[in-house]
């Protein structure tokens, strides 16, 4: 049982490189989200998705970028590194908003 | 905006007691409210998912309860053990979205 894999589990980034986090779901889930987690902090909810072609913007979705080409696949793309975006980042997918979510382990990542 | 507030923020405990996880919410108009563990390193996995129009929900020695019309819920943990280590958050779920609380490290000493 897979369930939500997530890769890499760690990556250290440049200021002003690139990356795109890959996260995919075995479970046939439609629903899909990314957050992140500062060090002492809660989840903060970054893009989401419902269903292939479809996402949306969570509370912190600035600087980065998603898409949703597949059921299984929703990837994270940062586009330009900034300090402030270091932090763990945790993908989730459930059946629907009433059902429980299913976390990835993480890619923690750290821009120098 | 919801707004999750979890107290204590850590909490340390000999091995057998029963204890109380606190979390409290601004916003009432929630469809549920889930309770999660996670493990050092580790993603969170889910322990609980109470309806809002459900008061409480049990599993083993967890034990939540739900209060929409004061914003809180509590999750009850009987006869804890070591094994129970880990921090433990609460989320609202409103519309598609969850909305977390900062967590409370718990650790059980043998």
């Known amino acids: 049982n897979a369930g939500v894999t997530q890769t890499p589990k760690f990556r250290i980034l440049k200021i002003g490189q690139s990356m795109t986090l890959q996260c995919t779901q075995d479970?046939?889930?439609?629903?899909m989200y990314w957050y992140r987690q500062d060090p002492g902090m809660g989840l903060k909810l970054i893009y989401y998705?419902?269903?292939?072609?479809?996402?949306d913007k969570g509370e912190v979705p600035n600087g980065y970028n998603v898409s949703r080409s597949t059921t299984e696949d929703f990837p994270l793309r940062l586009e330009l590194a900034a300090p402030s975006q270091t932090s763990v980042y945790f993908c989730?997918?459930?059946?629907?908003?009433?059902?429980?979510?299913?976390f990835g382990d993480g890619t923690r990542l750290s821009i120098l | 905006k919801q707004e999750v507030t979890q107290i204590p923020a850590a909490l340390s405990v000999p091995e057998g007691e029963n204890l109380v996880l606190n979390c409290s919410f601004t916003?009432?108009?929630?469809?549920?409210l889930q309770w999660f563990r996670q493990d050092p390193g580790k993603g969170l996995t889910s322990l609980l998912l109470?309806?809002?129009?459900?008061r409480e929900q049990t599993s083993g020695r967890l034990n939540a309860s739900l209060d929409k019309s004061s914003g809180r819920s509590t999750l009850y943990i009987a006869a804890s053990q070591p094994g129970d280590s880990a921090t433990y958050l609460c989320?609202?779920?409103?519309?598609?979205?969850?909305?977390f609380g900062g967590g409370t490290r718990l650790m059980v000493k043998p």
């Open positions: 109470i309806q809002s129009s459900q």
């Open positions: 998705s419902v269903g292939a072609g479809i996402t």
């Open positions: 989730a997918s459930t059946h629907g908003s009433n059902q429980p979510q299913h």
């Open positions: 479970m046939n889930h439609n629903y």
């Open positions: 916003d009432s108009a929630i469809y549920n």
């Open positions: 989320a609202t779920v409103a519309g598609n979205m969850l909305t």
